[in-house]
């Protein structure tokens, strides 16, 4: 077998960097948010919780400076202005937000409140897992019909509707497996 090189046509086109400063405070601010958070709940730490969060806001607003100044910022200003990435970010974070703080206290729920081992308490969350799947597949008729923003709203609205069955338990316990697995369907839709 032969190996084929391709060389560039244009050899002195410049290469990209990256922002190293950038990449370094934004690693900061997010390790100091979790660190910040988790020390939050803590007895007696809850000052030194929120030291390092304030820390995070300081390293963030730095970040932001860092990048304007920046040849090869992590994310171009031109990126953060159209508007199809900023809606896809915020869905993100909403998706994200949403599910993984409610598959956390799920967790929790099962293994400190029922006492569970945690291979018990995968079992019943499994049910997310494959609803992501279901979800997954279903965005794809959603997409073609109606758009990304549809798929992005209809998903985020039926994570909701996943997340409003927990607040049920612990009176309805038998609901947690279809509750995360409706969470886990949106999940899936508002991704895709």
């Known amino acids: 077998r032969r190996v084929r090189i391709v060389v560039p046509k244009h050899p002195r086109e410049p290469t990209v960097g990256l922002d190293l400063p950038g990449a370094a405070l934004l690693t900061a601010a997010v390790m100091a948010i979790v660190l910040g958070a988790s020390l939050l709940e803590q007895p007696g730490r809850a ?23 920046a040849t090869t910022p992590l994310v171009p200003a031109t990126a953060l202005r159209h508007p199809s990435l900023r809606i ?35 079992l019943w969350l499994l049910p997310c897992s494959l609803g992501v799947v279901a979800g997954s597949a279903l965005a794809a008729p959603v997409l073609r019909r109606r758009g990304s923003r549809a798929g992005i709203v209809v998903g ?21 497996p279809f509750a995360v697995a409706v969470s886990g369907i949106g999940l899936g839709m508002s991704s895709v």
Do not use: F, H, K, M
């Not at 919780?49 to 304007?68: D, I, M, S």
């Not at 409003?164 to 316990?173: I, Q, R």
């Open 156 to 176: 985020l609205l039926t994570v909701a509707v996943g997340d409003a069955l927990l607040l049920a338990l612990p009176a309805a316990e038998w609901l947690l």
């Open 88 to 122: 896809g970010v915020g869905a993100a974070l909403v998706n994200t937000a949403t599910t993984s703080s409610v598959i956390t206290l799920a967790t929790l729920y099962l293994q400190q409140t029922r006492g569970l081992t945690p291979s018990t308490a995968a």
């Open 47 to 69: 000052s030194l919780g929120l030291a390092t969060l304030a820390a995070a806001v300081v390293l963030l607003v730095g970040l932001v400076a860092v990048e304007r100044r």
